[in-house]
């Protein structure tokens, strides 16, 4: 699979605008992807945000398994405030906001004491398509933010009234650098990097190949593969069980990878975490 590289334009003014807005922030909501957690740190961010609080937030906890967990606990061990979540569950609302009034909780006394009733703002940001704009609609109660499944579908810096707070919705960001090209596959696997630069075969042999290793029994039971010695071997199987076959015998290659990859965004291969807490022990949030 060839080197992963993308960083639009737009990204570069938008961590700008960010950096100029830092100081009208009390913290930072950081959306993570729950199946990814590592991969969808971007500590570039970290850069911007300076001293502010943090809040790490493990979105789509519900296409995660039980490793989510283990980051939780992670973070949480390195004095990190996080949660799990699912941005489509409206319980999630609540979970959110305790921990947002947890943060500002001695701030806020500070300026009761004072006579003050102020409200406590908070950027929201993260990699592309980790679900910032449905939580930010959560918070809401109402569709405000930008939704959708393409990377990059927010543009701009914009503030929302969400009830006691105001939040800052942010476009996704990338690190300009991928060092890590393991990560960055799984970012391409989850949707974050947009799909028109990706080799669409690559990424659908390399995430069977990935599978394989940790979920076998995923793959035995959405699509009857039993032999992982070859990723091709796999991919050709996926084919022939859904029946992308052209006249004449030939693999349709194309629909096969649109189905692998699609099947794993949308939880229907098994609850997957890429990532695997004990190897992370020393990573520097």
């Known amino acids: 699979m060839k080197r992963i590289q993308w960083f639009p334009g737009h990204m570069t003014k938008a961590m700008r605008d960010m950096e100029a807005k830092r100081d009208l922030c009390d913290g930072v909501i950081c959306v993570l992807d729950a199946r990814a957690p590592i991969a969808t740190v971007n500590k570039n961010l970290k850069k911007i945000f300076g001293e502010k609080p943090i809040l790490y937030v493990l979105n789509k906890a519900d296409l995660s398994d039980g490793k989510v967990d283990g980051f939780l606990r992670l973070f949480e061990s390195k004095g990190k405030y996080c949660v799990k979540c699912d941005s489509t569950n409206i319980s999630t609302k609540r979970i959110l906001l305790q921990k947002l009034n947890a943060i500002t909780e001695e701030k806020r006394a500070r300026a009761q004491a004072k006579g003050l009733n102020r409200t406590f703002r908070f950027m929201v940001a993260g990699i592309p398509n980790t679900g910032k704009s449905t939580i930010v609609n959560l918070l809401s109660g109402q ?19 969400c009830g006691a707070f105001d939040l800052l919705d942010t476009p996704g960001t990338m690190p300009p650098s991928f060092d890590n090209q393991d990560l960055a596959k799984h970012l391409a696997y989850i949707g974050s990097i947009n799909d028109d630069i990706l080799d669409m075969d690559d990424v659908a042999l390399e995430l069977l190949g ?23 071997g796999m991919y050709e199987a996926v084919c022939k069980r859904r029946g992308f076959i052209f006249r004449g015998g030939e693999y349709d290659y194309e629909r096969g990878a649109k189905a692998i990859v699609d099947d794993f965004r949308k939880g229907r291969i098994g609850k997957i975490c890429l990532e695997n807490p004990a190897d992370y022990q020393d990573f520097d949030f």
Not at 143 to 159: C, H, I, Q, S
Request: hydrophobic share 30%; aromatic share 10%.
């Open 210 to 232: 990935e599978l394989a290793q940790s979920y076998p029994e995923c793959l035995t039971e959405r699509y009857g593969i039993t032999d992982f010695s070859e990723n091709l």
């Open 143 to 161: 569709k405000r933010a930008k939704t959708g499944d393409k990377a990059g579908v927010t543009r701009d810096v914009r503030w929302l009234k």
